[in-house]
C-alpha cells in the first residue's frame, strides 16, 4: 500500500506569507507526528495527533505555528507569516497507534522542503 | 548538555568491516528508536526497543535501560549502508513525542 505522502515537496516563498503543509498519512493509522529538520541540526518533534486530536502540542515553537487533523486522516501544517528562521524541512510520520508496541513504529513522509527568503 | 548524545558524529569505514554506533540519554525512557536517513532526505525506522535486543538482517540494536545506553551494530557493513543513523527516545514523562540526537554520519567505502 501507498506510504506516508507530503506535499508540496518543495515550497519557495516570501517572507511575510502564510504556507500550508499537507501530510496523508497511511491509511488506517490513527497517530500522526510533524517533526522539522533545519539545516545541519537534528530533527525535532512540532505535534503529535491521536486521531483528530492533539494532545501534545508543545515542540510548536511559536503561536505562528498550527495544525489540524481532519477526519482521522489528513493533517494540515500551517505557518502564518513566515520567518527566515522557519526554513527548514517539515517531516511528518504516522503509526498504527500510539503504544509501546513494535507494531507501532512510525512511517515518514519524504518531508516538504521550506525556503522562506 | 542535549538529553540524548550520540557517538561518533561521523565515522568512516572499509566495506566489510564491523561497525557500531552509540547512543546515550541522561532521561528515564519508555522506548528507544534507531533511524536510518539516506543522503535524499529520506528517514526509515529501523528498530524500536525497551529493552534487551532486536536484529534484523546485518543490523543489531541492544539497549542497556540501567545504564541509559544503546548501541546500533552493522555486520559486513557495505556502502549502501552510507547514511545518517539517528537515536531517538521517548521519555518515561513525554508521551509519544520523540527527542532526537543529533544523528551519526556513516560513510562505507568500497
Known amino acids: 500500500g501507498a506510504g506516508v505522502s507530503q506535499s508540496p515537496s518543495n515550497k519557495v516563498t516570501e517572507k511575510g506569507k502564510d504556507v500550508e503543509l499537507r501530510c496523508d498519512p497511511i491509511?488506517?493509522?490513527?497517530?500522526l507526528y510533524w517533526y522539522r529538520q533545519s539545516l545541519g541540526q537534528g530533527l525535532e518533534f512540532l505535534i503529535y495527533f491521536q486521531g483528530n486530536s492533539a494532545p501534545d502540542k508543545s515542540g510548536l515553537p511559536s503561536d505562528r505555528f498550527s495544525a489540524e487533523r481532519t477526519g482521522g486522516s489528513v493533517s494540515t501544517l500551517t505557518i502564518q507569516r513566515t520567518q527566515q528562521e522557519d526554513s527548514a524541512v517539515y517531516l511528518c510520520?504516522?503509526?498504527?497507534?500510539?503504544?509501546?508496541?513494535?507494531?507501532?513504529?512510525?512511517?515518514f513522509g519524504p518531508g516538504t522542503r521550506l525556503t522562506v527568503l | 548538555k542535549n538529553e540524548v548524545e550520540q557517538s561518533p558524529q561521523n565515522l568512516t569505514a572499509q566495506e566489510g568491516e564491523f561497525i557500531t554506533i552509540n547512543c546515550s540519554y541522561s532521561v528515564g525512557i519508555s522506548a528507544l528508536h534507531w533511524l536510518q536517513q539516506h543522503p535524499g532526505g529520506g528517514i526509515v525506522s529501523l528498530f524500536m526497543l525497551s529493552s534487551g535486543k532486536k536484529k534484523h538482517g546485518r543490523l543489531i540494536a541492544t539497549i542497556n535501560i540501567q545504564e541509559k545506553h544503546s548501541s546500533l551494530h552493522i555486520t559486513a557493513s557495505h556502502p549502501r549502508d552510507s547514511a545518517v543513523y539517528i537515536c531517538a527516545v521517548r521519555s518515561e514523562t513525554s508521551g509519544s513525542r520523540l527527542t532526537f540526537g543529533e544523528g551519526t554520519q556513516l560513510t562505507v567505502n568500497p
Open positions: 510520520a504516522s503509526s498504527l497507534g500510539s503504544g509501546l508496541s513494535s507494531y507501532n513504529e512510525q512511517f
Open positions: 491509511s488506517g493509522h490513527t497517530a
